[in-house]
């Protein structure tokens, strides 16, 4: 073999190294990325997505973009650097076309030299890829200007490619994900009206428990997913009553021991309700438990960390409006008198870590006993 054939051998398996590796690459930053965008919300995903792109690719700013629900105009869904959360941009605007319609990633430079929408838009070097999932494009990504001033080349084109289709199809999933969730609260919803409709002192009691179960959740640091699961828990969590006569749910005098044991049934029956609803498990078992006393001396004497939190911190809430909201034998009482009885209970009644959350939201809300129920939901 002479040398030239043989240095063109070696530049072929060079060049055949380098690709291997750089796919190598890829599929192992594939695979990281399913991994880290599983299980996540929206939001959770194009934070991430943001987080990686302007990491791998040397980016000062990125932006992921929404298509409105009439289709015509992109918001800003998502962004990381200097860029105004309010930009929208018209889906006619020619230098989107082939991103959205061709559903190809593309390379501008020197936006401010071509006159284009928003003025604001000036940036030497952009890359644009669609976010296209298996039903429909839902957006794209843009990010803006390497911070060492060069211009994006043809590899970080191929890695924003690569990192947007698979992000698509996770945020696909969650936005499906999400469309279930709000019709399946939207229902409960609908049916607790129902409930309450039954009682005029209940009305509204769910909707409340809920905002300020969720409140508490929050400053305890449930994660987003654990927040949807405490939100349907909320809302259901005096489904029982619906078996308590109205009667004894209306009674303006004392109620006898045998009445009192109605009543103190309906989480045990709330769960047996519930106990055709595959998948609740979890929910129900807090429904169940969220009269339980953290000393022990509840219904069925579960105590401390053997109550599951989140029947802790709605045994809180619903304490909370329990006490602040007119009940047929007496009246609400004041802020102060009830955020006072809650704390003579820390430790007998309530769990001391969901207290503790529950007087840092008190001091820190201006609307704790909101007017509006649906207010922050
Ligand atoms: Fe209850």
């Not at 690459?25 to 919300?41: A, I, K, P, Q």
């Not at 929408?117 to 890829?129: D, G, T």
């Not at 803006?144 to 199809?169: E, H, N, P, R, V």
């Not at 034998?329 to 802020?335: I, P, Q, V």
Request: glycine letters at 6%; a negative charge; hydrophobic letters at 40%.
């Amino acid at each position: 073999m002479n040398n030239s054939v043989l240095n063109r051998t070696k530049e072929d398996l060079r060049v055949t190294v380098k690709e291997l590796s750089d796919t190598y690459e890829e599929l192992s930053l594939l695979y990281r990325l399913t991994e880290e965008f599983s299980g996540l919300g929206v939001d959770e995903i194009c934070r991430l997505l943001l987080k990686e792109v302007t990491s791998l690719l040397d980016a000062k700013t990125a932006v992921v973009l929404f298509l409105g629900e009439e289709g015509d105009h992109l918001y800003t869904k998502v962004c990381f650097g200097d860029w105004d959360r309010n930009t929208t941009f018209r889906c006619k605007d020619n230098f989107l076309w082939d991103a959205l319609h061709k559903k190809r990633t593309i390379t501008i430079c020197n936006t401010n030299d071509t006159g284009r929408e928003p003025s604001n838009f000036n940036c030497n070097s952009v890359l644009i890829a669609p976010l296209t999932g298996k039903r429909k494009t839902i957006g794209l990504v843009m990010v803006a200007d390497k911070t060492s001033g060069d211009a994006f080349y043809s590899g970080d084109m191929k890695l924003l490619t690569a990192i947007t289709s698979q992000a698509a199809l996770f945020i696909e999933n969650a936005m499906l994900g999400q469309e279930m969730q709000f019709f399946l609260t939207g229902t409960i919803r609908s049916f607790v009206k129902a409930l309450e409709a039954s009682s005029r002192w209940t009305a509204g009691h769910t909707e409340r428990v809920t905002r300020y179960a969720i409140a508490l959740g929050r400053l305890l640091g449930l994660t987003s997913q654990e927040l949807e699961k405490l939100r349907i828990a909320s809302l259901l969590h005096d489904m029982g009553k619906i078996a308590t006569p109205k009667e004894i749910l209306n009674k303006a005098d004392k109620l006898s021991d045998d009445e009192l044991f109605e009543v103190k049934r309906h989480p045990i029956v709330g769960a047996e309700i519930l106990s055709e609803l595959k998948g609740f498990t979890e929910i129900i078992e807090w429904i169940k438990y969220h009269h339980e006393h953290y000393d022990g001396t509840g219904i069925h004497g579960l105590k401390g960390e053997e109550i599951p939190m989140m029947a802790r911190i709605l045994a809180v809430a619903d304490a909370f409006d329990a006490l602040t909201s007119d009940r047929p034998y007496r009246k609400r009482k004041t802020l102060e008198e009830a955020v006072r009885e809650i704390k003579n209970s820390t430790g007998s009644h309530f769990d001391p870590k969901v207290v503790e959350a529950f007087l840092e939201w008190v001091d820190s809300s201006d609307d704790v006993i909101s007017s509006d129920p649906e207010v922050d939901f």
